[in-house]
């Protein structure tokens, strides 16, 4: 079992940047990949940005790529989003997901654990 709690969300404006942070709660944090996943009203969820147990890979999407660097410090159970070069199309509710495993997936359905998710504004 894990808890995730994110933080770091605001507003800022385009061409800005924030990071994001998620906070695990339990001893096996290293067993977890990790992930952050967006999502705007009455959109589906997307897939932002992976990475496995050990920080050892990266998964990014298109979008966010070369813009967004994800990283972890298991001794701090804290994964961390750096986001540059904001546009306002990041404007979304950020998620924080824990996958038991050493490798991260792309889809919704391959992570057990949530966040409750951090506002991200991004103004033009």
């Known amino acids: 079992q894990v808890q995730l709690v994110e ?3 605001g507003l800022v404006q385009a061409g800005g940047s924030l990071r994001l942070s998620c906070a695990a709660s339990g001893r096996t944090f290293s067993s ?3 992930a952050w996943f967006r999502q705007a009203p009455g959109k589906e969820r997307e897939f932002v940005a992976a990475i ?3 920080g050892g890979n ?3 999407a298109d979008s966010v790529k070369g813009r967004f660097t994800l990283s972890r410090d298991n001794s701090e159970n804290t994964v961390y989003l ?3 070069s904001l546009k306002p199309e990041d404007t979304d509710v950020y998620y924080c997901a824990a ?3 050493r490798l991260p997936g792309t889809g919704t359905h391959e992570y057990g654990y949530w966040g409750q998710g951090t ?3 991004v103004s033009s």
Do not use: C, F, L, P
């Open 7 to 9: 933080s770091g969300g």
């Open 32 to 34: 977890y990949a990790m």
């Open 52 to 54: 496995s147990w050990n």
């Open 58 to 60: 990266t998964y990014y």
């Open 82 to 84: 750096q986001m540059n």
């Open 99 to 101: 996958r038991a495993g």
């Open 119 to 121: 506002q991200v504004t």
